[in-house]
Structures are given as structure tokens and as C-alpha cells.
């Protein structure tokens, strides 16, 4: 690759392409360096902390609705829960870097300018973009699953006018975390890598141990459509989720691609010019190539 501007090797690092609040908090930093910033920089960045903000304090209610009208002793069996807690993780996460240029601006992850906050700001981008990508896939499986299939079965069974409270709980937590998700995907520079399809299907997987451990363990069938005492429909219908949600993950990738193109043309770009700089590298003397290959492994 080209060497920097500090005369060092211009040093590679993936998640700052997959994870980029540098737009964001371009203009606070220009600010504080002195250098001029638009009116409508400043704007920009103000209306999504808004909006953010506004997300983040959204998808606090159906955890008030639950713990108001359901039974919280069980709060983490239902997948739909599990969904929940990871789009508010997500949602605040997001939030905690829009206002953290240490951890997620501009020189975040250059190692060579941000040597005191590198390690930490690296963790949080890893985790970040892992728990973004889990709660896009999640928030669509609930949604399809719960609407097609368990909804109509569930008003019938709260249907007694004093379960109001069941019903509209049902109703915000299969919906709300699923905007709020998509919301924030939406204004967040964050992109899913094609690989980490693998993920899916072991998570989902996961799940279907966990609740059939509950199963042997408490008696508590969670799912009508997963009756664990015909074990061979059950473990395939899990399956076939596995298949739903690797597919949603396709079709959502394959969306950031018309919806993020300049943020999917700039990851790619980067993985190109990471891939001629190894080439290069292997043509240079032993010595070189091992201090090359020292600093491209510490970004």
C-alpha cells in the first residue's frame, strides 16, 4: 500500500470500513482542529444523534410492556426477547459512537495515531458490527415467523378482555424492535460482510439447543410449530429457519449494496489495494516482508 503522510506504511484495517462513524464525526473533529465546517455538516450530524437518541429511548418501551403485563421469570426464553435486548444493544452501541470520536472517529483505528484508545475502539467496532449483524437477521426472522404463523394463535389465546396488556405487548414487541433496527441500519454507515453468513445458522441453531434444553429441563414448549416430543419435525423445522435466515441475510446484503454503495465501494476498494500491498510485499527481501507483515497484523 502507500505510505501515509506520517512517512510510515499505510496500515489496513477491516473493521473501519465495515464500521465507519468517520462522516459523523468529521465535522466535530474539523471543528476542534480549527479547520472550517459547513453549516450543513453541523446539522447532519446533529439531526442523527437526534434521531438516535430518539430510537434508543423507542425500544426501552417493550421492555416496560413486558415486565408490566408478561412474566419476567421467563423474560430469556422466547427468541423474540433474545432479539429485543440485541437491537437495544445495537441501537445504543450506536449511539455511545456518535458521540465517541476516541472509539469511532477518524483515526480510531489507525494504531499509529491513536495508540492509547486503538485497543478498546478495536473491540468495540468488532463487537458492534457483530451484534448489527445478528440483530438484522433476528429482527426479520421474528417478524416473518411471528406474523404468519403465531399471531392469530395468540389472540386467541389472550383474547379475555382483561389481557389487553398481553396483547398489546404481543403486538409492539414483534414490531418495534424491528423499525427501530431497520431504522438505524438505515443511518448508520455500518455494512454486513458476505462471510459472516456462516454466523446465522450457528446462532440459530444455538437457540434451538437452548429451548430444547427448557424443554427437558422445565416442561415449557415455547413454540406451537416446535413440539420437541416428535424431536425429527422440531430439529428440521430449526433447520429450515436457519435456511430463512441465511437467506435473509443474502437479500439484506445484497440491499446495502443499492442502499450504502459509496460506503460498499470504499470496503472493497481498501481490500484491493490490502491485497496488491501483500503481492508486493512477497517480492521484497525476507527482512522487509517480515516488518511489513509486523505492522499490517497490528492494524
Not at 484495517?13 to 462522516?23: A, I, M, P, T, Y
Request: aromatic share 18%.
Amino acid at each position: 500500500e502507500d505510505e501515509g503522510e506520517d512517512g510510515g506504511w499505510f496500515t489496513y484495517n477491516e473493521l473501519s470500513h465495515l464500521v465507519d462513524f468517520s462522516r459523523e464525526h468529521g465535522a466535530v473533529e474539523g471543528e476542534e482542529m480549527g479547520l472550517y465546517v459547513s453549516e450543513e455538516d453541523r446539522r447532519s450530524l446533529a439531526l442523527w444523534r437526534r434521531v438516535r437518541v430518539g430510537l434508543g429511548l423507542l425500544i426501552l418501551t417493550p421492555f416496560l410492556t413486558s415486565f408490566l403485563f408478561w412474566d419476567y421469570h421467563y423474560f430469556f426464553v422466547p427468541f423474540t426477547n433474545w432479539t429485543l435486548c440485541f437491537t437495544a444493544i445495537v441501537t445504543w452501541t450506536s449511539i455511545f459512537a456518535s458521540f465517541s470520536p476516541s472509539y469511532f472517529g477518524v483515526q480510531a483505528l489507525n494504531w499509529r495515531k491513536n495508540r492509547v484508545a486503538y485497543v478498546p475502539a478495536l473491540y468495540l467496532h468488532a463487537f458492534l458490527h457483530l451484534m448489527y449483524t445478528l440483530t438484522l437477521v433476528c429482527n426479520i426472522v421474528v417478524v416473518s415467523i411471528y406474523w404468519s404463523i403465531l399471531h392469530p394463535e395468540q389472540m386467541e389465546e389472550y383474547k379475555a378482555p382483561d389481557l389487553w396488556g398481553k396483547r398489546f405487548h404481543l403486538r409492539i414487541v414483534h414490531s418495534i424492535p424491528f423499525l427501530v433496527c431497520f431504522a438505524n441500519a438505515a443511518i448508520s454507515r455500518v455494512k454486513l460482510k458476505h462471510q459472516f453468513w456462516r454466523v446465522v445458522p450457528s446462532f440459530c441453531l444455538l437457540y434451538g439447543t437452548f429451548v430444547y434444553y427448557v424443554w427437558l429441563s422445565r416442561g415449557i414448549q415455547q413454540y406451537s410449530f416446535l413440539d420437541f416430543r416428535q424431536a425429527h419435525q422440531a430439529f428440521t423445522r430449526i433447520i429450515l429457519i436457519c435456511a430463512l435466515g441465511s437467506a435473509a441475510y443474502e437479500v439484506v446484503y445484497k440491499l446495502e449494496l443499492l442502499v450504502k454503495p459509496d460506503l460498499c465501494s470504499r470496503y472493497y476498494q481498501a481490500r484491493v489495494r490490502y491485497q496488491r500491498e501483500l503481492t508486493r510485499n512477497f517480492q521484497k527481501q525476507p527482512f522487509e516482508v517480515a516488518m511489513t507483515e509486523q505492522a499490517l497484523s497490528r492494524s
